[in-house]
């Protein structure tokens, strides 16, 4: 089906643990961003990309790391997980119009 | 720096109005609205952009006052489907900002019978 998907929905791991969360869409967009969600912070913006092979960093990129090698694909890997890194996860992405279209979300706790 | 949300959170009887603001520190290019249900992903509303008109959704519609870098969203006659947690994202429309938003913390918006 078309739309953007992600993987693992839900994740349980250990501190000093490497995870990688997927994200895939279908619809050829360029720009692609992920986001962790937390309670009172709304959205904080991590990683984007505005195309293969272009990332930048977000508000809060200190222990993510995030590549881009196909335009569907931008998966985001957490190096060394702390649990300061429990979260939920939404990756998003949109054409050069406006509307960002978002991911069902990972929720990931870190033990 | 993160836009700021005002109220927090509201209550509502259906049939009744409510206002959502949203306040910026810095010049503004755009304002975007998404709402979330709980346990689900944030859904595109509307957007306003600099020297655009005013946006409906539905009975929810918004403003933009480019002076003052706020947006509000108006909620009129609400339905229980209105509930939920309102967003607004901001982009400053700078040439290296690649439509990056900043989003709000949220307003919590629970429409009762």
């Known amino acids: 089906d078309a739309g953007i998907t992600q993987s693992p929905r839900y994740k349980i791991t250990e501190t000093g643990r490497q995870v990688t969360l997927m994200c895939h869409q279908t619809?050829?967009?360029?720009?692609m961003f992920w986001y962790r969600q937390d309670l009172g912070h709304g959205l904080r913006l991590i990683y984007y990309s505005a195309a293969a092979d272009i990332t930048d960093k977000g508000e809060v990129p200190d222990g993510y790391v995030v590549s881009r090698s196909k335009t569907e694909n931008f998966p985001l890997t957490l190096e060394s997980a702390t649990r300061s890194q429990t979260s939920v996860y939404f990756c998003a992405s949109r054409v050069t119009g406006y509307e960002q279209y978002f991911g069902p979300g990972t929720r990931l706790t870190v033990t | 720096q993160q836009p700021v949300q005002s109220p927090q959170a509201v209550i509502l009887r259906e049939g009744e109005d409510a206002v959502i603001n949203c306040s910026s520190s810095?010049?503004?290019?755009?304002v975007h609205w998404y709402r979330q249900k709980h346990g689900e992903a944030p859904v595109f509303l509307m957007i306003l952009l600099k020297g655009g008109e005013q946006k409906g959704h539905e009975k929810i519609s918004a403003s933009f006052n480019e002076k003052k870098q706020q947006s509000s969203l108006y909620l009129t006659a609400s339905q229980l489907s209105y509930s939920g947690t309102y967003f607004c994202g901001t982009d400053p429309g700078r040439a290296d900002s690649w439509g990056k938003l900043q989003f709000g913390a949220g307003t919590q918006v629970v429409v009762t019978p």
């Open positions: 619809w050829s967009h360029s720009y």
């Open positions: 810095k010049a503004l290019y755009s």
